[in-house]
Nanobody
Framework: QSQLVESGGGLVQPGGSLTLSCTTSGFSLGGFAIDWFRQAPGKERERVSCISNGSTQRIYADSVRGRFTISRDNTKNTIYLQLDNVKPEDTAIYYC???????????????WGQGTQVTVSS
C-alpha cells in the first residue's frame, strides 16, 4: 500500500531548530510536488509550504517565511522541512501531502501522511 510517512517531530525549545522528513513506501516522490501542512488543536489546518518536483517552486506561508526551509532529495525519495527559530505557535501536527501534480497547485491534496507532532516549549 502506497503511503506518505513523516518523521522528525519532537520537543524543541523556542528559538531552536528541527528537521522534518517525508518519504514514501510504494512509489517515487520524484515526479510530484509536495505540500507540508500543520494543524494545531482547535485551529484550522494551515498549508505551511510546498515544493515542486524540480524544486523550482518553493512556496511558504507568511507565518513561516524566513524561518522554515523546504527542500528535497529525489535520490533519497525524501522531502525535508527545516524549522528554524521556532515559536510556541509552531506547535502542531505536521503532515506531508500531494495532489499528484508536478507543480504547487494550491488544491486539496489527495494523499496524506499520518503526521508528526512538533511541540515548541521551554
Amino acid at each position: 500500500q502506497s503511503q506518505l510517512v513523516e518523521s522528525g517531530g519532537g520537543l524543541v525549545q523556542p528559538g531552536g531548530s528541527l528537521t522534518l522528513s517525508c518519504t514514501t513506501s510504494g512509489f517515487s516522490l520524484g515526479g510530484f510536488a509536495i505540500d507540508w501542512f500543520r494543524q494545531a488543536p482547535g485551529k484550522e489546518r494551515e498549508r505551511v509550504s510546498c515544493i515542486s518536483n524540480g524544486s523550482t517552486q518553493r512556496i511558504y506561508a507568511d507565518s513561516v517565511r524566513g524561518r522554515f526551509t523546504i527542500s528535497r532529495d529525489n535520490t533519497k525519495n525524501t522531502i525535508y522541512l527545516q524549522l528554524d527559530n521556532v515559536k510556541p505557535e509552531d506547535t502542531a501536527i505536521y503532515y506531508c501531502a500531494t495532489d499528484g501534480r508536478y507543480y504547487c497547485s494550491g488544491l486539496e491534496p489527495d494523499y496524506w501522511g499520518q503526521g508528526t507532532q512538533v511541540t515548541v516549549s521551554s
